[in-house]
């Protein structure tokens, strides 16, 4: 959201296990009818690319209970859509769930990624 917000400041951003399925009054695996999900997910879909580069990291076992969006899904989707706005995106899997056992590792993988300029 600060990279959507203020793309001068944040030019680069690495997400792992990131809350995509989100929304404003929205809590885990309680979408109501009124309550908008992937919220920022359409914000980006709604607005011209501002060119900030992505690093998107999700787990294989980050899926969604009782048909609530996933982060896995949802970081899939993001992904999609910013690819399609023209968005420079890389993204990975890891066979794991929401822990930081994966994301020690990942998070300087990530990292040296965006600060050569290859997402």
Do not use: M
């Amino acid at each position: 959201y600060a990279a959507f917000q203020h793309p001068e400041l944040f030019g680069n951003v690495l997400s792992q296990s990131g809350s995509f399925w989100w929304s404003p009054g929205a809590g885990p695996g309680a979408l109501g009818a009124s309550e908008e999900p992937e919220w920022l997910t359409r914000r980006f879909a709604d607005a011209p690319c501002s060119g900030v580069a992505f690093h998107l990291q999700a787990g294989t076992f980050e899926a969604g209970s009782r048909g609530a969006p996933s982060i896995l899904e949802t970081t899939r989707h993001l992904r999609d859509v910013l690819k399609a706005k023209g968005y420079a995106v890389e993204y990975r899997e890891w066979a794991g769930g929401h822990g930081y056992y994966y994301w020690r590792y990942q998070l300087a993988d990530g990292l040296i990624a965006l600060l050569q300029g290859s997402p």
